[in-house]
């Protein structure tokens, strides 16, 4: 199976509202609510953000939000800060193994 | 706190072999279903094994499957990823990841070991 399709990058100002999109198919994304996003500054350990496609774990600002529609899910950071400049990797079950995204590379002008 | 710690990783020649191990703190091990997950150099991430918790149950991703074997000691609190004719394409930096039941997906990693591939 194909690694889940992102964006390579995407970029907006403080305050501002960022989506990121990730699309699979029908045996991951759209056949399973067991997406997650993971947040990654260079050098640290991958963080997660959201599971189950739009739950937040304790800690993780409201900012982040999940969703899904078909066999496209999509992470929205609103009300951007500085620190929420990192690369986003989003992960869906698919039956037997696990897919992740190629990652999107967030950029906070 | 959970801690995972990644140990082994190197530079090898195409054809040989590594052992990488992850040491467990801050939660009980036994518990939990254990995987490893690498990054390529300039690529995303890709999921390579999982073994479940009492070690009856491993899944591969095709890429490795007959060449690499995933294994725990629930005694030591360790993980291991035995990786056997190594290929320029297995060059990552692999991951340690702890699987939620809860959760449905990897909630703790840690830092990752890079392994090189190369002659």
């Known amino acids: 199976q194909s690694a889940l399709t992102q964006p390579r990058s995407v970029s907006g100002s403080p305050g501002q509202s960022v989506t990121i999109s990730c699309t699979g198919a029908?045996?991951?994304?759209?056949?399973?609510?067991?997406v997650s996003w993971y947040q990654h500054h260079p050098g640290k350990v991958p963080k997660l953000v959201i599971y189950?496609?739009?739950q937040r774990p304790s800690g993780v600002p409201v900012r982040f939000s999940g969703s899904k529609s078909g066999t496209t899910a999509s992470l929205t950071i609103s009300g951007l800060q500085a620190e929420d400049e990192a690369h986003y990797f989003c992960?869906?079950?698919?039956?037997?193994?696990?897919?992740f995204g190629g990652g999107t590379k967030l950029t906070v002008l | 706190e959970v801690q995972l710690v990644e140990s082994g990783g190197g530079l090898v020649q195409p054809g040989g072999s590594l052992r990488l191990s992850c040491a467990a703190s801050?939660?009980?091990?036994?518990?939990?279903?254990m995987n490893w997950v690498r990054q390529a150099p300039g690529k995303g991430l890709e999921w390579v094994a999982s073994?479940?918790?009492?070690?009856?149950?491993?899944y591969y991703v095709d890429s490795v499957k007959g060449r690499f074997t995933i294994s725990r000691d629930n005694a030591k609190n360790s993980l291991y990823l035995q990786m056997n004719s190594l290929r320029a394409d297995d060059t990552a930096v692999y991951y340690c990841?702890?699987?939620?039941?809860?959760?449905?997906?990897?909630?703790?990693w840690g830092q990752g070991t890079l392994v090189t591939v190369s002659s």
């Open positions: 990841a702890r699987y939620s039941g809860s959760f449905h997906c990897f909630d703790d």
């Open positions: 801050g939660f009980t091990f036994s518990s939990y279903s």
């Open positions: 073994i479940n918790e009492d070690a009856t149950e491993e």
């Open positions: 029908s045996s991951d994304v759209g056949g399973y609510d067991y």
């Open positions: 189950d496609v739009s």
């Open positions: 992960c869906s079950f698919a039956g037997s193994l696990w897919l």
